[in-house]
């Protein structure tokens, strides 16, 4: 008996999620099926006086017609109705006038079908094109009066479709903008990140590279230089571990008076002669951090690519609040730079800030000037929004 029990509602479980799955399509907030609950003030008429046999054939054939063109057609994505349903509906009521029905219930369809229309200026027209067909009918009827209450109802339900189908749109709308934001603020995250990693990574890796090999060669002669040597590369490393966690969690803010100290030591270690003129320090915060990351990539360019034998770094603001970043070597680019990701890392962190980078020989060393100018902060504040 038990058993007879469970395998009975096992087999009844799909036919109640099918019975569910059906509810819910009906029912949905977007479904047509709801609507048709209208359709019950038709025969209203009937219940006090009775309809004759012509009356009630008719009234279910233009039914049929009615409910093949309203529940058939498919439509396309972000539209409801098509716009032959408008003339359909609007005939079925005209032709059933005269069987004494509320005949003015498709009309009412009608106009619903027509606010629905897409694009905008369509559901206007055809609205207007229904209002003057029953504002015609009524005056070819004599009977004008009559079809006031028709062409009020159908016009205000025809006009609530058509507001109601316009917030439709443009929540459709706003739901791709934000997605669009969302996976734009993904991308920017993403590149962020990207940028961080290149410039810690790039930059640790070329001191670790220098330090490394100025350790072996002091391995012979003098051990210790070559252990503290060592020991200033497991520091490094130490120190990049901890800003890459800082850049993947977003909280890393580099201190530009800090890394033009980075980068003396990195110079020494590759011995090229290091300058600095810095007499603008301190910088608003959002160029101070932007100038530190573009000057930390500028001087592992300077060990890695350069061979130069001095460095000079100049930041200067003038009087219009402009703040200028140089980075020149003596090595032997000359200017002639090929663009790679640290260079476009450069690039994107300067326009973020409204600023522009530039590269081009230095007349008075033979190598490289890198230069950066940034607008003041207020303007920076607007180009970063």
């Not at 005056?139 to 507001?163: D, K, N, Q, V, Y």
């Not at 443009?170 to 961080?196: G, M, P, S, W, Y």
Request: hydrophobic share 50%.
């Amino acid at each position: 008996m038990e058993h007879t029990a469970t395998q009975q509602l096992a087999d009844s479980a799909p036919t109640t999620r099918k019975a569910a799955a059906w509810a819910r399509r009906v029912f949905a907030p977007e479904s047509r099926y709801p609507w048709l609950i209208y359709l019950l003030l038709y025969p209203m008429p009937y219940l006090y006086r009775a309809p004759n046999r012509t009356a009630i054939l008719a009234s279910l054939a233009g039914l049929a017609v009615f409910l093949v063109g309203y529940v058939g057609p498919k439509t396309k994505p972000g539209t409801r109705t098509h716009l032959w349903q408008v003339p359909l509906f609007a005939a079925i009521g005209f032709a059933l006038v005269p069987f004494g029905g509320v005949w003015s219930v498709f009309t009412v369809y009608a106009g619903a079908a027509a606010g629905q229309l897409r694009p905008s200026r369509v559901a206007l027209r055809a609205l207007g094109g229904l209002a003057l067909v029953i504002v015609l009918y009524g005056i070819a009827s004599l009977s004008l009066i009559e079809f006031l209450p028709t062409l009020l109802l159908s016009c205000t339900i025809g006009g609530a479709c058509f507001f109601q189908s316009e917030l439709h749109t443009k929540n459709a709308a706003l739901e791709r903008a934000q997605q669009e934001v969302r996976t734009l603020a993904v991308t920017a995250e993403r590149e962020r990140i990207a940028r961080d990693l290149h410039d810690v990574l790039g930059h640790t890796l070329t001191l670790v590279s220098v330090k490394a090999d100025l350790a072996a060669k002091l391995a012979a002669r003098d051990a210790v230089q070559a252990r503290r040597e060592m020991e200033e590369v497991r520091d490094a490393a130490r120190e990049a571990l901890a800003q890459i966690r800082q850049a993947v969690t977003g909280m890393h803010q580099p201190v530009l008076a800090a890394e033009l100290a980075l980068a003396r030591r990195t110079l020494a270690a590759a011995d090229v002669a290091f300058t600095v003129d810095a007499a603008a320090l301190p910088l608003p915060a959002p160029i101070d951090a932007t100038a530190a990351m573009i000057l930390r990539e500028a001087v592992t360019n300077v060990v890695r690519h350069a061979s130069a034998t001095r460095c000079a770094v100049t930041i200067v603001r003038g009087k219009d609040g402009v703040v200028r970043l140089t980075v020149e070597d003596d090595g032997q680019g000359s200017g002639v730079v090929r663009e790679g990701t640290g260079l476009a890392g450069m690039r994107a962190r300067a326009a973020a800030l409204g600023g522009v980078l530039s590269i081009e020989p230095a007349a008075a060393t033979g190598g490289t000037r890198l230069t950066v100018r940034f607008p003041p902060i207020e303007h920076a504040g607007e180009a970063a929004q």
